[in-house]
């Protein structure tokens, strides 16, 4: 992949976010976005130990039947 290739799709990628531009990320909004992330990335864990736990209790009882 060439270098306007991987600046496009980062330039896309940044106006796709909630940023309005630097002007308006106050230290509060940058605090908000890294808990918003932090919340995102927590939930993604807890869905994947959802996942894990279903996956073995469906095994479980698979097994004693």
Do not use: P
Not at 10 to 38: A, C, Y
């Amino acid at each position: 992949m060439n270098i306007s290739k991987q600046l496009h799709g980062w330039l896309e990628s940044l106006k796709n976010t909630e940023i309005k531009g630097v002007k308006f990320l106050t230290q509060k909004e940058r605090d908000r976005l890294r808990q918003d992330k932090e919340f995102e990335e927590f939930d993604r864990e807890m869905e994947r130990y959802r996942n894990e736990l279903l996956a073995r209790l469906y095994q479980g009882g698979q097994r004693s039947e």
